[in-house]
């Protein structure tokens, strides 16, 4: 244990630093995983700096910073190697510490990376200096891990531990920035001083530029779109309050967007804290909860999905949440307590950042599902529930939503409320003309469904993923009007087989009164018509299954999945 080990079991504000040799750093990742499991900790963040680093999260007891160090530098630069710390620890109850010189030393580099000397770090060199039973050895120490300029450092330590007054004791303010210059041109020099200082050298650059190639694949920060219509940012707030573990103040970037969403952000800015390990928030206010979707269909599609998250929050505080690679959601419902939110929000993007260890296998094929219904039949409200409870399952790796037809470009939609009711388009009296127009937008998106089904969709469901469609081509024979179709029915029932087939269509059926208590785009008599086509469709699919849409939106996506398993089985 390198630091901070006092009252280490009683307080856990402080991370926790390991010295670990190379060859033991299996055996310690092993070792915390079979901690974390039989302690209910979830793995939620596995970085690799100079030293490595875990974060863990635990419903009740938050997070959990477990660092270790297989050496000691400064930049490339070496200066100690773990080996000399843990050869001669000292025994301090359930665990080691290291010697008073090495600790001492540790506490000096770290100092030396900040530019500063923290007045709870000159309290602890001045206890170390104490304990010393030979001083003389602490400048042959310094000199041989900081170069010839360790001894001003061991100078400073011991006037930390005189007893004088703080106003002639040159330790009250710390080292001034002459020094620290001095020491760090001293720790380069010491670099090529010897044969294995400059073989140390060389391995801390070889090793610093494969980190760099894997990280530039793989950051370990998180990118974040805050859209919000709520006129305060509290739940925001209490979040990066409760994260500061996993996203310290340091590594927080917080960039304001204006409210057409048009502003693309710093996008260099963005990977910086990416790579750093941090949290960038584009932040993006609007007056009402209807310009929220509008705000995200212009979203910028960004480099790293699997690190991009989407928080949207209504103006009566519900929340939704979503992982842009995965596309699994989470939902928050208006009155919890500011600890229970910030929890549920928490962790839920502990399940996305979570490492998934062990060997890949094969997965079972995907499902493409289409949700057909009325207006008000709740086709968007199911989709989100089986985004969310998709989550906490492994049938599925990834969703993706599109309302309509599959795009073959840009981001997938989000299955989000509207807020508002959408108004019907105007029923057009039928000519030529129209006639002709609707069959050339049927044969275009005949087309585009074809091409989004090759390059998009059949590629994701043989990786088992699960594409969700909110109407599909059955919106023709429902709801002509919303299509702008006027030509001939039975150049439909042609065309139908020509569309991709999907595995299972879920037909969400209610009655005249349920629907128009959700939504009043529709009338009575248009309900009417409509649920009777309903019953005529020709859906062509490998399995149909029809539910009640008046039950609770949750009880329909569990019945929902449950028929995926039996089918994928």
């Keep these: 244990m390198l630091r901070n080990y006092e009252n280490l079991f009683e307080d856990n504000s402080s991370d926790i630093d390991l010295a670990v040799q190379p060859e033991d750093v299996r055996g310690l990742q092993a070792g915390l995983a079979e901690a974390a499991a039989a302690t209910g900790h979830r793995l939620v963040q596995r970085a ?85 039973v030979r001083p003389e050895e602490l400048r042959r120490t310094f000199r041989a891990a900081f170069g010839e300029h360790g001894e001003d450092l061991a100078s400073c330590q011991k006037q930390a531990a005189s007893p004088v007054s703080e106003v002639q004791n040159s330790m009250a303010t710390g080292p001034d920035s002459a020094l620290w210059r001095r020491v760090r041109r001293s720790i380069v020099g010491n670099s090529f001083r010897g044969g294995p200082s400059r073989r140390l050298l060389w391995k801390f650059f070889r090793k610093d530029l494969g980190r760099l190639c894997e990280r530039a694949g793989s950051p370990a920060g998180m990118s974040m779109l805050y859209a919000s219509a709520s006129p ?51 932040s993006l206010r609007v007056e009402r909860d209807a310009d929220l979707q509008k705000s995200l269909r212009r979203r910028v599609r960004f480099l790293f999905p699997a690190r991009d998250l989407v928080w949207v929050e209504s103006s009566d505080g519900r929340t939704f949440l979503a992982h842009s690679s995965s596309g699994f959601m989470a939902e928050v419902k208006p009155g919890v307590d500011a600890r229970a939110f910030s929890g549920q929000i928490i962790e839920f993007i502990s399940s996305i950042l979570e490492p998934r260890p062990g060997p890949r296998v094969a997965r079972k094929r995907g499902a493409f599902v289409v949700l057909v219904g009325l207006d008000g ?50 029923r057009l009296t039928s000519n030529p003309v129209r006639s002709l127009l609707s069959i050339a937008r049927l044969l275009k998106n005949l087309v585009l469904s074809n091409v989004a089904h090759w390059v998009r969709v059949a590629p994701m469901l043989r990786r088992g993923g699960l594409v969700l469609v909110d109407r599909y081509y059955y919106n023709y024979y429902l709801d002509p009007v919303s299509v702008r179709y006027y030509g001939p029915s039975w150049l439909l029932d042609r065309l139908c087989p020509f569309f991709p087939r999907p595995d299972l269509v879920v037909a969400l059926r209610a009655p005249a009164e349920v629907l128009l208590s959700r939504k009043q785009e529709l009338s009575a008599e248009e309900i009417s018509r409509q649920n009777a086509l309903l019953n005529r469709v020709p859906f062509g699919a490998d399995q149909v299954l029809e539910l009640d849409a008046s039950r609770p939106a949750g009880e329909t996506a569990c019945e929902i999945l449950r028929k995926l398993g039996e089918v994928s089985s």
């Design 377 to 426: 039949s709740g086709k968007t409200t199911v989709a989100r529930e089986i985004c969310c409870q998709a989550a906490a399952s492994e049938r599925f790796h990834r969703i993706r939503y599109f309302h309509w037809r599959p795009a073959v470009f840009g981001p997938a939609a989000l299955p989000l409320p509207e807020f508002r009711n959408v108004p019907r388009k105007p």
């Design 48 to 132: 690799r700096y100079i030293n490595y680093s875990h974060v863990y999260w635990h419903s009740e007891g938050g997070f959990v910073r477990v660092d270790f160090d297989t050496e000691f530098r400064w930049r490339i630069f070496p200066v100690l190697t773990a080996k000399s710390v843990i050869t001669l620890r000292r025994k301090a109850g359930a665990f080691y510490i290291p010697h008073p010189r090495h600790e001492s030393a540790i506490l000096w580099l770290a100092a030396i990376e900040r530019g500063e000397l923290s007045a709870r770090y000159r309290q602890q060199l001045g206890r170390l200096y104490e304990q010393l």
């Design 232 to 282: 305060a940012q509290k739940g925001l707030e209490d979040f990066l309050e409760r994260t500061d573990v996993l996203f310290p103040t340091n590594k927080l970037v917080v960039s304001e967007t204006g409210s057409s969403g048009g502003a693309r952000g710093p996008n260099w800015e963005r990977l910086r804290v990416l790579f750093k390990g941090g949290l960038f928030i584009r």
